[in-house]
């Protein structure tokens, strides 16, 4: 059976997961891997958090404590706001020593294939501390779409922008100091160098990229493709194990493959199994199924950076779907920590059943474009297309609880099975979309709810609800753990497609508000 492996990456350990976080990778990522599992796949589910992002430094100056200490209460807050959402990653990536080593072993490995050049890079510089200043450190325009926003992944256009090659450069640390540009010898990724591999290889994803994906590979591969920092000369981060570049760190945005292997080897073990290491479930022997969930504005790194590291060592399987999606807004405007604008998971599920945020989130998605997210329509949409649908459906079966078995048609069997079917095309990775997911939920739930059953198709009615139920169940999670002895997902072909009867029970009613 082939292993697939879904992987959110984490985000920058410098704050609580907001609805903008969960509405895209988290919840996607767990959706899919809950629907696998029930359809009886081999699934691993790994995130965590990304600990060694210089953002963490710059927030933890704004809110005057130490980053060591904002990056441990962070991931603290993911871990626990993902439970409080019903999100259940097999693995959840922490800073510690073993990944600490697992990052330095991996760019060994790279160093030691030869994969790694020294080449004399701009950085934006500080005469007055002597300091260099990349990523969160520096802000200016971005060289390709003119969006103003720190070095690194363009929020704007995707892109990866050297420090150095930012426009009008200004220090986030001190913007009155004066910046200038000086080289640096570093340790670097040529990606120009993987251009054959890289083309064929996102040929071959070509009909399953989304379209910013797929937009952002055609810009890249339409120009030279540049020298990636894997060190950078800083002091925050994982310190570079090279003789080449002493005092330097490892670049955090370059971790992605490491930490990526590091998440599937804890998941793994959270399962009960043992890993030889970080690495061994990515050989391409064992031929795993890789599925990456995450924002459109990381493309660069996992989809290109990662796989041409990938393919740099060699003997690993590379990725088979890359999941993205666009901003989530809140109130019509972006999510902002920094100007309290701004609504947690771990607030939102304090005062609203995470049923009806699971399936909001899902339906208003941003799977291909910017959505948003109100309270007023969250409580419009989920009380008219869920909550009160539901609970007349459950009304419905309940009234046959108790009286015995009840048979079931051919015409009803065939039914669920289209039911299956339509629940899958959203779930699936390759054409995964939560957005279409809960379109479906929508339907299906509004044709059950306009079914006038009568004693002589009950048996069909309660039928298609409990296969509605197991279909719904990665969404609905709290309301099928209750209704349901187990979530499993009846197949074409299988006994659990086959049934001729069913007992009716009594089904939990959706409850709560959205205030």
Same mark, same amino acid.
């Not at 965590?48 to 953002?55: A, D, I, L, R």
């Not at 990056?71 to 020593?97: C, K, M, N, Y």
């Given at each position: 059976?082939?292993?697939?492996?879904?992987?959110?990456?984490?985000?920058?350990? @410098?704050?609580?997961?907001?609805?903008?976080?969960?509405?895209?990778?988290?919840?996607?990522?767990?959706?899919?891997?809950?629907?696998?599992?029930?359809?009886?796949?081999?699934?691993?589910?790994?995130?965590?958090?990304?600990?060694?992002? @210089?953002?963490?430094?710059?927030?933890?100056?704004?809110?005057?404590?130490?980053?060591?200490?904002?990056?441990?209460?962070?991931?603290?807050?993911?871990?626990?706001?993902?439970?409080?959402?019903?999100?259940?990653?097999?693995?959840?990536?922490?800073?510690?020593?073993?990944?600490?080593?697992?990052?330095?072993?991996?760019?060994?490995?790279?160093?030691?294939?030869?994969?790694?050049?020294?080449?004399?890079?701009?950085?934006?510089?500080?005469?007055?501390?002597?300091?260099?200043?990349?990523?969160?450190?520096?802000?200016?325009?971005?060289?390709?779409?003119?969006?103003?926003?720190?070095?690194?992944?363009?929020?704007?256009?995707?892109?990866? @922008?050297?420090?150095?090659?930012?426009?009008?450069?200004?220090?986030?640390?001190?913007?009155?100091?004066?910046?200038?540009?000086?080289?640096?010898?570093?340790?670097?990724?040529?990606?120009?160098?993987?251009?054959?591999?890289?083309?064929?290889?996102?040929?071959?994803?070509?009909?399953?990229?989304?379209?910013?994906?797929?937009?952002?590979?055609?810009?890249?591969?339409?120009?030279?493709?540049?020298?990636?920092?894997?060190?950078?000369?800083?002091?925050?981060?994982?310190?570079?194990?090279?003789?080449?570049?002493?005092?330097?760190?490892?670049?955090?945005?370059?971790?992605?493959?490491?930490?990526?292997?590091?998440?599937?080897?804890?998941?793994?073990?959270?399962?009960?199994?043992?890993?030889?290491?970080?690495?061994?479930?990515?050989?391409?022997?064992?031929?795993?199924?890789?599925?990456?969930?995450?924002?459109?504005?990381?493309?660069?790194?996992?989809?290109?950076?990662?796989?041409?590291?990938?393919?740099?060592?060699?003997?690993?399987?590379?990725?088979?779907?890359?999941?993205? @999606?666009?901003?989530?807004?809140?109130?019509?405007?972006?999510?902002?920590?920094?100007?309290?604008?701004?609504?947690?998971?771990?607030?939102?599920?304090?005062?609203?059943?995470?049923?009806?945020?699971?399936?909001?989130?899902?339906?208003?998605?941003?799977?291909?474009?910017?959505?948003?997210?109100?309270?007023?329509?969250?409580?419009?949409?989920?009380?008219?297309?869920?909550?009160?649908?539901?609970?007349?459906?459950?009304?419905?079966?309940?009234?046959?609880?108790?009286?015995?078995?009840?048979?079931?048609?051919?015409?009803?069997?065939?039914?669920?099975?289209?039911?299956?079917?339509?629940?899958?095309?959203?779930?699936?990775?390759?054409?995964?979309?939560?957005?279409?997911?809960?379109?479906?939920?929508?339907?299906?739930?509004?044709?059950?709810?306009?079914?006038?059953?009568?004693?002589?198709?009950?048996?069909?009615?309660?039928?298609?609800?409990?296969?509605?139920?197991?279909?719904?169940?990665?969404?609905?999670?709290?309301?099928?753990?209750?209704?349901?002895?187990?979530?499993?997902?009846?197949?074409?072909?299988?006994?659990?497609?086959?049934?001729?009867?069913?007992?009716?029970?009594?089904?939990?009613?959706?409850?709560?508000?959205?205030?």
């Amino acid at each position: 059976m082939v292993r697939t492996m879904v992987i959110a990456p984490g985000p920058t350990a @410098n704050g609580d997961l907001h609805l903008g976080h969960l509405a895209g990778p988290f919840l996607s990522a767990d959706v899919c891997a809950r629907f696998a599992r029930a359809a009886g796949r081999d699934v691993l589910f790994g995130t965590g958090v990304h600990f060694t992002q @210089n953002y963490i430094v710059t927030t933890a100056r704004r809110l005057g404590v130490p980053p060591e200490e904002l990056r441990t209460r962070s991931g603290a807050q993911v871990e626990a706001t993902l439970a409080a959402l019903g999100i259940a990653p097999d693995g959840f990536v922490h800073f510690d020593d073993r990944y600490v080593k697992g990052v330095q072993a991996f760019f060994d490995r790279l160093h030691g294939v030869g994969a790694l050049k020294r080449r004399a890079v701009p950085f934006p510089y500080v005469a007055r501390t002597g300091e260099f200043l990349t990523d969160a450190y520096v802000r200016g325009g971005c060289p390709v779409c003119l969006s103003e926003g720190c070095a690194g992944l363009c929020e704007g256009c995707g892109h990866w @922008n050297g420090s150095g090659e930012l426009l009008d450069p200004r220090s986030t640390l001190e913007p009155e100091d004066e910046v200038e540009v000086r080289e640096a010898e570093v340790l670097v990724l040529p990606l120009e160098e993987y251009r054959p591999a890289l083309t064929a290889y996102f040929a071959g994803l070509s009909a399953t990229m989304r379209p910013r994906l797929a937009r952002l590979v055609e810009e890249l591969l339409a120009r030279p493709l540049p020298d990636y920092p894997v060190t950078l000369p800083i002091s925050w981060g994982i310190p570079a194990p090279f003789a080449e570049t002493p005092g330097q760190v490892l670049y955090a945005d370059a971790e992605v493959v490491a930490w990526s292997m590091h998440t599937s080897a804890l998941a793994a073990e959270h399962r009960g199994e043992v890993t030889a290491a970080d690495d061994a479930l990515w050989y391409a022997e064992a031929a795993p199924e890789v599925v990456y969930f995450f924002g459109s504005d990381a493309s660069f790194a996992f989809a290109l950076v990662g796989v041409a590291m990938l393919m740099a060592l060699g003997g690993y399987a590379l990725p088979a779907h890359f999941v993205t @999606n666009e901003f989530y807004e809140l109130d019509n405007d972006k999510f902002s920590s920094s100007r309290g604008h701004v609504v947690t998971g771990q607030e939102l599920a304090a005062q609203v059943p995470r049923d009806l945020i699971r399936y909001y989130l899902a339906a208003t998605g941003p799977d291909f474009q910017r959505t948003n997210f109100t309270r007023d329509a969250m409580a419009k949409v989920t009380g008219e297309r869920l909550l009160d649908p539901w609970n007349r459906v459950a009304e419905k079966a309940g009234r046959f609880a108790g009286g015995g078995a009840l048979p079931v048609s051919e015409a009803s069997r065939q039914a669920a099975a289209r039911m299956v079917e339509r629940f899958a095309g959203g779930y699936d990775p390759r054409r995964f979309s939560l957005t279409a997911a809960a379109f479906t939920l929508t339907e299906q739930l509004a044709r059950l709810d306009r079914w006038e059953v009568t004693a002589a198709d009950a048996g069909d009615f309660c039928h298609q609800v409990d296969v509605f139920l197991r279909c719904a169940a990665p969404l609905l999670v709290d309301l099928a753990g209750k209704a349901l002895p187990d979530l499993a997902i009846p197949q074409k072909g299988t006994a659990g497609a086959a049934v001729e009867q069913i007992v009716p029970r009594v089904l939990p009613r959706l409850t709560g508000t959205v205030r």
